[in-house]
């Protein structure tokens, strides 16, 4: 998948091997077992046979963004949902400008017996974790310090998520948990079992990937230092929607080829004729309409000010009839909705700030044992 042409024949880019890493969330989802589920993890990560590089790059599930097809903003964890493989791999084309050659899906259960089938990973926790939710039927109960963490200790890890940083700590120890995991499944002891152990995990983890690809990704492993494996998460900031409430990790093209670069995952730039919308292109805006009670749609970028050039060259033309050289006229409030729509009166403005991630939910990598 690739967001525009451009990207799907461009050399330089498809010589990686990207991967898009998807966990469902079915162990404490709320929806019935008919239902759609949706993707509790969601990670890229781009092999470089080549260069033996690996870069690892998170997105939270909440990130903010129009799904293909779609003309108003959702969470990124709704497009499987939605659409299934083809959909979330669209959709993180589309985010990222970067083509997605591959998926592998893995629901929690399956993600278990992996990890039970190469040994656990030892792996330096933090702090204590502790959480109950009978109703999920999930316990969560992990001492700090240097552990052993075998499958079920290990689903426990990378789904705890209460804490401060909620989600977005989430997403940095499932980081952390990748790096020790590559680290110690790829090891001198184990890799020459390694064809054995992908022909295995293949009966837990849906992919599209053959044996031949993904033994030429595991590769990229050959003598791998912890620092050779690049990862970081897609920077953004913390949004609380004033009118539904909804809380979203809300990104903007800067920042997301920022991180991007911080990773060393090449992508493409958006350009003027790209075919392509962009599904973050219009936040801003939609925060501006919310806070001044807009709408939940925005119009994106390249509609909005074509909308704007139309209106100002009717408006010229009006003026040209009646001999108006004024501004026009103007609603009770003095302003216009960015939809077209005039407002009918005056907006009440709800002062409720963006917040800004602390300095420590950056892009450096982490090491496995801090």
Do not use: C
């Not at 999920?136 to 075998?150: N, T, V």
């Amino acid at each position: 998948m690739a967001a525009d042409d451009k990207i799907s024949k461009d050399e330089a880019l498809n010589k990686r091997i990207n991967v898009l890493l998807l966990g469902i969330d079915d162990g404490d989802s709320e929806a019935a077992a008919t239902e759609p589920k949706r993707t509790d993890a969601m990670i890229v990560a781009s092999f470089d046979p080549d260069e033996h590089k690996i870069s690892l790059i998170s997105l939270p599930r909440d990130t903010m963004l129009i799904l293909p097809g779609h003309n108003s903003y959702t969470k990124l964890n709704a497009a499987y949902a939605y659409g299934g493989v083809a959909m979330a791999k669209q959709s993180i084309a589309n985010l990222l400008r970067i083509p997605i050659h591959y998926y592998a899906l893995l629901d929690w259960k399956g993600f278990i017996e992996v990890i039970n089938l190469i040994g656990g990973v030892d792996l330096y926790v933090d702090k204590d974790m502790h959480y109950e939710d009978p109703y999920a039927h999930l316990k969560i109960d992990i001492k700090h310090g240097y552990q052993h963490l075998d499958g079920e200790k290990s689903g426990q890890y990378v789904r705890f998520r209460t804490d401060e940083l909620g989600d977005i700590g989430r997403v940095q120890r499932q980081q952390k948990f990748l790096k020790a995991l590559g680290l110690q499944m790829f090891s001198v002891e184990n890799i020459a079992k390694i064809p054995r152990i992908l022909s295995t995990i293949k009966d837990y983890v849906e992919t599209d990937m053959d044996t031949v690809t993904l033994l030429k990704a595991a590769r990229t492993f050959n003598i791998l230092s912890d620092n050779k494996i690049r990862s970081g998460m897609l920077y953004g900031n913390f949004y609380d929607s004033p009118r539904t409430g909804i809380s979203y990790w809300r990104t903007t093209r800067p920042e997301i080829e920022k991180s991007l670069e911080e990773v060393d995952i090449p992508y493409m730039k958006r350009d003027a004729d790209s075919s392509a919308e962009d599904p973050v292109g219009g936040v801003e805006q939609f925060q501006s309409q919310e806070n001044t009670g807009g709408q939940n749609s925005v119009q994106r970028p390249a509609a909005a000010a074509k909308t704007k050039e139309t209106k100002k060259r009717a408006q010229t033309a009006d003026d040209t009839k009646t001999g108006n050289t004024g501004a026009g006229d103007k609603t009770d409030s003095g302003k216009s909705r960015s939809d077209g729509k005039q407002t009918t009166g005056p907006a009440t403005k709800k002062n409720i700030p963006t917040v800004r991630v602390p300095n420590k939910v950056g892009n450096t990598p982490q090491s496995v044992k801090n």
